[in-house]
């Protein structure tokens, strides 16, 4: 139930057999041909660059029983998030790993989490159609959001904290209000799972893509589309979130391409490729504390770095045994988390 | 930054034409909209005072401490305090981070209003009923109170009892006494605009506490004072029904225009805004008792006098099919479709993703720095904080569409 250190996990959280895990993680999407994008790409890895990203493991946290779908930084950077197929949240302390608190409720697999703006509550989404909403400390239910009618996959708080989207698999994104833990608004968003919802830093749009292949910005306060961007070959995008100044986005794809979009422009502006992300999803991230990186995850268990500017890969990370499903960069120091499939989470620091 | 995808024809034109929603938290008798338009304050006539928060349209803080019906509200520049006055004779300022009493200030006599300073939230003007108007500060800890003059400064004879301060037996031998009924702070603080029962407007210094510049407007009171934006312009209400728009510049008071309201609505408010004045006025059934604007979108709130209910006025917009494609656009009238030149070729698959890839090459893109976009409110404003209790779970919802 504790952290380990370096030396090697001692494990039996790492084989996760299909039957325990809810049904979308072998096989949310069905038959993708790999296009023939990947199979050209030739990912430069620049070694001459003097200001490349050296991350190395510090610490290895076990004691999910399941594989761990989404890691997450705390907002004031202190606390570290984890959400498994296990059906508990565990809360770790950022600096050393340590151990601190599991919280349990959820009827089924938990696919999403998301930190209140002042990091006392976390929200999650899971499997068994809810939406709840905890007190960190006491890991106390506060609210239960039900109206989903599928499986809830994706979960997000407003920079003000008073709502919280959430997509689903029922094809909507649902608004709520927190206090009184009601649902403000449902948007008709695709025709195909929500794999994922995030707000802007001002909290007055929100985006979501689908498996659908499609990614759709909405304005908050009236829920109308305002904008829908989709790449030519239609495959199924596994997530989305803003930059950290809200100019653009940043999707990842099933046929293994991470892209940065202007949604001004409307259009990509930036590809990143040389990973493997064909079945599951692989949040990708920025990373901003010294130098700017997109972060991702990948289905041979390791971890990419991408320059933002050039799209060279600057670094690889290996560690894991299975699919890296979640990574998540620290607000301000160079810290990254990374989680998968083996139900094991990493802390990578660079110094 | 949604600004930055809406369509700005859309937005400019529209009046708030559509009741979109109604409060029901007690009987409201007064309501003020935070700098930024987020927060609704509702002043209840059983001395609560209710934030409501305008993006979920839920109540974020109830305020009681007060015992009798609230007379008026005034927020903070920042948008984190509030201070009411109310029929019991005191002036609470409230600090809305968790809802506690910064100060309590009581008075000697019954308060007509009472506004804080745009820029410190410790120094506040109250307008009394049998008193001189009193300007109150509190900032370092102690409270002191100010009296300020309710009589015009006269220009022509009397010089030698041309006392800017106090003295209302010098005054009344020369004219009838009068009272100040409303007094509030010019935009950038400087001044206090004061209007009195017999019609006077007194322009006082809040420095030196001398009134600067009188001026008769009219001969009924002056009920209510409100600055533009700007703060170039000002709107008077009258107890007769009978609004003048007033545009002081180079402190050449002079009237501009006269609105007649066409109903006699004797209590009622006005908010500054040339165009729109009588919208609310065909639409409600009873008498409107407070009328506000929201400062940053179009939308109007008020408050009716039969059940305090209050009323939100917004504009519908609706939806634009053309966003829900990526090459969807909406045009005026039919557009001949030209082809290009390459619009049938046939580019195998690699070499036309290839080409996509170096096209990004060029692209320089900044993902880090925030930059401010024309039309929104950039100012820091306070966001008062979700307390959720954990006795008050078993808040079960069910989807309410």
Not at chain 1, 58 to 81: C, M, N, P, Y
Not at chain 1, 84 to 109: L, P, V
Not at chain 1, 310 to 324: A, M, P, R, S, Y
């Given at each position: 139930m ?19 895990l809810?049904s ?5 999407v ?18 001459e ?9 510090q610490?290895v946290?076990?004691g ?11 907002a004031?950077?202190r ?12 809360i770790w302390?950022?600096?050393n ?5 599991t ?7 938990i696919?999403?989490?998301a ?9 999650s989404?899971?499997?068994d159609?809810t ?6 400390m ?6 239960t959001?039900r109206?989903?009618t599928?499986y809830?996959?994706s979960?997000?708080?407003n920079?003000?904290g008073?709502l919280?989207?959430s997509?689903s698999f ?18 008709p968003?695709?025709s ?7 707000f802007?830093r ?12 499609q ?6 306060s009236?829920?109308?589309c ?7 070959n ?17 999707s ?10 202007d ?5 990509c ?7 493997k ?6 949040v990708?991230t920025?990373?901003?504390t ?22 060279e890969?600057?670094?690889v990370?290996?560690g894991?045994?299975?699919v890296?499903?979640?990574v ?15 139900g094991?989470v ?6 | 930054?949604?600004?930055?995808l ?17 409060l ?9 909209f ?5 927060y609704l ?7 609560t005072?209710?934030?409501?928060d305008?993006?979920t ?6 305020l009681?401490?007060?015992t009798r019906?609230?007379?008026?509200l005034?927020?903070s ?9 109310s029929r ?7 600090d809305l981070?968790?809802?506690?009493r910064?100060?309590?200030?009581r ?6 209003g009472?506004?804080?300073?745009p820029?410190?939230?410790q120094i ?12 109150v ?7 002191r109170k100010h009296?300020?003059?309710?009589a ?6 009397e ?7 106090q ?15 409303v007094?509030?702070f ?17 322009v006082?210094d ?16 002056i009920?209510h ?26 402190w050449?008071i002079?009237?501009v ?17 040339a165009?729109d004045i009588?919208i609310?006025?065909?639409t ?20 009716g006098?039969d059940h305090?209910?209050i009323y ?7 939806q ?6 990526p090459?969807?656009?909406e045009?005026e009238e ?12 046939i ?10 890839l170096?096209q990004?090459?060029?692209d320089e ?5 925030i ?11 306070f ?6 209790d ?7 919802s069910?989807?309410?569409d």
């Amino acid at each position: 139930m504790d952290k380990m250190d370096l030396d090697g996990p001692a494990d039996s959280s790492g084989d996760t057999t299909d039957s325990e895990l809810p049904s979308h993680y072998g096989n949310a999407v069905p038959d993708i041909s790999v296009t023939k994008a990947s199979a050209n790409a030739k990912p430069v890895v620049a070694t001459e660059r003097t200001d490349l990203p050296k991350y190395v493991l510090q610490f290895v946290l076990e004691g999910h029983r399941a594989g761990v779908t989404t890691v997450k930084f705390s907002a004031d950077g202190r606390w570290i998030a984890t959400s498994s197929a296990d059906k508990t949240i565990k809360i770790w302390h950022a600096e050393n790993g340590e151990y601190e608190t599991t919280i349990e409720g959820h009827g089924r697999g938990i696919n999403d989490i998301a930190w209140s703006p002042d990091s006392n509550m976390l929200a999650s989404a899971s499997d068994d159609k809810t939406v709840r909403i905890w007190n960190v400390m006491s890991g106390r239910i506060l609210r239960t959001l039900r109206g989903h009618t599928n499986y809830a996959y994706s979960v997000d708080f407003n920079p003000k904290g008073n709502l919280i989207a959430s997509g689903s698999f029922d094809e909507s994104i649902k608004i709520w209000d927190v206090k009184r833990g009601v649902c403000l608004r449902t948007l008709p968003a695709h025709s195909d799972p929500v794999s994922a919802v995030h707000f802007t830093r001002d909290g007055t749009m929100i985006v979501s893509c689908s498996h659908d292949g499609q990614i759709r910005l909405w304005d908050t306060s009236t829920g109308q589309c305002l904008k829908t961007l989709i790449e030519d070959n239609n495959s199924p995008v596994s997530c989305v979130r803003f930059s950290p100044n809200g100019k653009y986005l940043l999707s990842g794809t099933l046929d293994s391409a991470v892209r940065l979009w202007d949604y001004l422009k409307g259009r990509c502006v930036k590809t990143y490729q040389g990973h493997k992300n064909e079945k599951f999803i692989c949040v990708p991230t920025f990373s901003i504390t010294r130098g700017v990186w997109v972060v991702s995850g990948s289905e041979d268990g390791r971890i990419f770095f991408w320059d933002v500017q050039t799209k060279e890969v600057v670094q690889v990370l290996d560690g894991h045994k299975d699919v890296v499903l979640a990574v998540d960069a620290h607000p301000t120091k160079n810290l990254l988390v990374s989680a998968g499939l083996d139900g094991v989470v990493k802390i990578w620091i660079e110094r | 930054m949604n600004l930055l995808l809406s369509d700005p024809f859309a937005l400019s034109q529209e009046y708030p034409e559509n009741l979109t929603h109604t409060l029901n938290y007690g009987h409201s008798t007064c309501i003020k909209f935070n700098r930024k338009g987020d927060y609704l304050a509702s002043g209840l006539i059983d001395g609560t005072v209710v934030v409501f928060d305008f993006e979920t349209y839920g109540i974020a803080r109830v305020l009681r401490g007060h015992t009798r019906s609230v007379q008026s509200l005034s927020w903070s520049r920042d948008g984190r305090y509030l201070l009411s006055s109310s029929r019991d004779w005191k002036c609470i300022l409230w600090d809305l981070k968790d809802g506690s009493r910064e100060k309590t200030v009581r008075f000697e006599s019954a308060i007509w209003g009472a506004e804080l300073h745009p820029f410190n939230h410790q120094i506040f003007i109250a307008a009394l009923l049998d008193d001189s108007p009193t300007l109150v500060d509190f900032s370092d800890n102690t409270i002191r109170k100010h009296l300020l003059s309710s009589a015009p400064l006269q220009k022509d004879d009397e010089e030698e009892e041309e006392e800017g301060f106090q003295d209302g037996d010098v005054r009344e031998r020369k004219q009838d006494k009068q009272s100040t009924l409303v007094a509030t702070f010019t935009r950038s603080g400087q001044y206090i605009f004061a209007g009195t029962s017999k019609g006077w407007l007194n322009v006082i210094d809040s420095e030196t506490l001398q009134t600067v510049r009188s001026e008769k407007l009219t001969t009924s009171n002056i009920k209510h004072i409100c600055f533009s934006i700007s703060g170039k312009q000002t709107i008077r209400l009258y107890h007769t029904p009978d609004l003048t728009y007033v545009d002081p510049v180079d402190w050449d008071i002079d009237i501009v225009h006269r609105f007649q309201d066409v109903v006699n609505r004797l209590h009622s408010n006005g908010d500054y805004d040339a165009h729109d004045i009588y919208i609310w006025e065909t639409t409600v059934g009873s008498l409107i008792v407070d009328v506000q604007w929201d400062p940053n979108r179009t939308l109007v709130a008020a408050t009716g006098l039969d059940h305090g209910t209050i009323y939100v006025w917004a504009t519908v917009t609706p939806q634009r099919w053309s966003a829900l494609a990526p090459d969807f656009v909406e045009v005026e009238e039919n557009v001949e479709y030209e082809e290009r030149e390459d619009e049938f070729d046939i580019i195998p698959d690699a070499v036309a993703n290839k080409r996509k890839l170096d096209q990004e090459d060029d692209d320089e893109v900044d993902v880090v720095t925030i930059e401010r976009v024309r039309g929104e409110f950039s100012e820091e404003s306070f966001v008062i904080p979700v307390i959720l209790d954990e006795d008050d779970e078993t808040f079960d919802s069910s989807d309410s569409d």
